[in-house]
Nanobody, 120 residues
Framework: QVQLVESGGGLVQPGGSLRLSCAASGSIFSINAMGWYRQAPGKERELVAAITSGGSTNYADSVKGRFTISRDNAKNTVYLQMNSLKPEDTAVYYC??????????????WGKGTLVTVSS
């Protein structure tokens, strides 16, 4: 019904950069907010960055100044530009969206995740 398709993950050296993308498709009236979460092995999933339809953003303290979240509302796509990557950033990154359906309900959706590995 609603799919979040992620791309851009992979292997990168410390100090390098990656750009993640997540495109939402399906039965969507509007998307109230989109964001990126990550989960490392044995750890809880945590918020990395989020952005509302109006452009308001929030970042985890650990990524402030290094990561930038943005979105293209016309394409229902969110991006995460990751610079100055550290080994601690290694995790599975999940796309998240709060989708307002045509009936007025707001439903939370998750992508399947994309692996980011930061290693030399």
């Amino acid at each position: 019904q609603v799919q979040l398709v992620e791309s851009g993950g992979g292997l990168v050296q410390p100090g390098g950069s990656l750009r993640l993308s997540c495109a939402a498709s399906g039965s969507i009236f509007s998307i109230n907010a989109m964001g990126w979460y990550r989960q490392a092995p044995g750890k809880e999933r945590e918020l990395v960055a989020a952005i509302t339809s109006g452009g308001s953003t929030n970042y985890a303290d650990s990524v402030k100044g290094r990561f930038t979240i943005s979105r293209d509302n016309a394409k229902n796509t969110v991006y995460l530009q990751m610079n100055s990557l550290k080994p601690e950033d290694t995790a599975v990154y999940y796309c998240n969206a709060l989708v307002e359906k045509w009936a007025g309900l707001v439903v939370e959706y998750w992508g399947k995740g994309t692996l980011v590995t930061v290693s030399s």
